[in-house]
């Protein structure tokens, strides 16, 4: 049987993405070559209305206070565990989809 490439799903948006990017360089140095990286992210406008034209959607559900305060506080014990350096952006107004379809 044929081993098939692996995949690495990641947002930009999301410390927790970043954080297994970087465990994956650290741990497999070159051999993340192989690994094939596929970008996700929430559509913008123009997508969501593209969708919405093919009668499909986007299913999302917005954070609860309480799960957005125990992730910053989660990524904070984890960047500590693996000793990263972490700056949170300040990006009033991010536009996620572009920079993922580079």
Do not use: C, N
């Not at 993340?32 to 997508?47: L, N």
């Not at 125990?70 to 014990?77: E, F, G, N, S, W």
């Amino acid at each position: 049987m044929k081993r098939r490439q692996p995949k690495f799903y990641f947002s930009f948006r999301s410390p927790y993405s970043w954080m297994g990017a970087k465990l994956l360089e650290e741990r497999l140095g070159a051999e993340t070559q192989s690994i094939q990286y596929v970008p996700f992210f929430e559509p913008d406008e123009t997508s969501t209305a593209l969708l919405l034209e093919r009668g499909e959607r986007f299913v999302y559900t917005p954070m609860t206070r309480e799960k957005h305060l125990y992730i910053l506080q989660d990524v904070k014990r984890l960047t500590h565990k693996f000793g990263y350096s972490m700056t949170w952006p300040i990006d009033r107004e991010p536009h996620w989809e572009v920079s993922h379809l580079g």
